[in-house]
């Protein structure tokens, strides 16, 4: 039997050695915790930008959308904007319309339905400190408005007829809009503005004219998202209609998009005509040439003329201002809903006529701008030069 007179030494790690593999071991777990960290850090503040770009876009195509069809009365055309009414126009808005006052047949009466009709936008301000109440109209509908912010109304026909496609059916009780069709000969006024009482003719002038349900939107910020305090502003939009007690009024507000902080509004007003003379609707048109198609003297022809101007406390817009625009200047400053350590925003931002910032807090912010024609007003006042 053989043996061993020694055995082989054991081999293994001195404790140094451990140490060091566990030092390197714990910095390359740090490294990778620290990639990690930046990593998830840089999604958040992605996801943030991403988010306050969407909801910049979303905020502006919504708005957009429904402002781009402001005055549409389903081919009815007020006899102040119409070229071809030679005479002197008798539908021309007398008063800015206070747009949230409760439909009745005494508060809608002829007066108050051609204000609304011929001004298809409003706009009104609410200034640094929100005053009790917050307007002087529609102060029950603007309920905690973000201050530095503006209000905006644009009133239009529904662009599709109820019961075709997806357009919601009559509903009983509801303003619905109704243009004559009928020749050449229509009764004035030529259309119908009511809940009841369509009887004028479409162009066959038999079948009766087509409704379309009457729109009004309210625009405008509030200074919290979901709880009063949480410091979320939010975009809101009241529409006029059937409220829950049956009455028809602008409803309760619905919040829309989340972060909208800041919303200026100004108009482009065409009050001279391409001939170089005031816009003047107290006199009958007076075309330069009747032989040759130009544009009349004394009526707009749909370009913007001066500056922008803004509906403010200290100085509101006119009846002839609001008449006279064709354009809305949007102005819309989106902020993220969560601040982000160790951001400090020191930009300031320029919104037409005014400057908001620097905020100097951790949140990030965008501005977006948008002008949109009002195509259903300048387009009637272009002609062929």
């Not at 509903?171 to 809009?177: C, E, I, K, N, R």
């Not at 119908?192 to 369509?198: K, M, N, Q, S």
Request: glycine content about 6%; hydrophobic content about 40%; charged content about 20%.
């Amino acid at each position: 039997m053989k043996r061993y007179c020694c055995r082989l030494p054991q081999a293994g790690l001195t404790l140094i050695e451990l140490m060091i593999s566990m030092a390197i071991g714990l910095l390359i777990v740090l490294a990778l915790i620290t990639m990690l960290i930046d990593v998830s850090r840089n999604n958040s503040d992605m996801s943030k930008t991403n988010r306050v770009i969407e909801n910049g876009r979303f905020a502006l195509q919504l708005l957009q959308a429904d402002i781009s069809l402001a005055s549409y009365w389903s081919g009815f055309i007020p006899q102040f904007d119409d070229l071809n009414t030679a005479g002197v126009p008798t539908d021309v808005p007398s008063a800015v319309p206070d747009p949230c006052l409760e439909y009745t047949a005494a508060n809608w009466n002829a007066a108050h339905k051609i204000n609304l009709i011929g001004l298809g936008v409003q706009a009104y301000e609410i200034p640094a400190t929100v005053p009790s109440p917050t307007l002087p109209v529609c102060a029950t509908k603007v309920v905690r408005p973000k201050a530095n912010t503006d209000v905006l109304l644009v009133r239009h026909a529904e662009n599709c007829v109820p019961g075709v496609g997806s357009c919601a059916t009559n509903t009983a009780g509801d303003l619905y809009f109704q243009a004559a069709r009928c020749g050449d000969t229509v009764p004035n006024p030529a259309y119908v503005l009511d809940t009841a009482g369509f009887t004028l003719k479409s162009r066959d002038c038999t079948s009766t004219a087509e409704l379309r349900k009457f729109v009004s939107s309210l625009y405008y910020i509030r200074d919290y998202a979901v709880t009063e305090g949480d410091g979320i502003p939010m975009l809101m939009r009241s529409q006029f209609g059937l409220s829950t007690g049956g009455v028809l009024e602008h409803k309760a507000a619905e919040a829309l998009i989340e972060g909208i902080e800041g919303f200026r509004v100004e108009f482009g007003i065409d009050n001279v005509s391409d001939s170089g003379e005031a816009v003047d609707f107290s006199a009958a048109i007076n075309w330069a040439n009747p032989d040759i198609l130009t544009s009349p003297r004394n009526r707009g022809d749909g370009i913007p003329d001066a500056a922008d101007i803004r509906c403010t406390t200290a100085v509101p817009c006119t009846v002839a201002q609001l008449m006279n625009a064709v354009v809305v200047k949007l102005y819309v400053l989106v902020r993220s809903e969560k601040s982000t350590p160790g951001y400090i925003d020191s930009k300031t931002y320029h919104m037409g006529s005014t400057t908001l910032g620097p905020f100097n807090d951790a949140f990030k912010r965008h501005l977006f701008m948008q002008t949109v024609r009002l195509t259903n007003i300048s387009a009637r006042r272009e002609t062929p030069p």
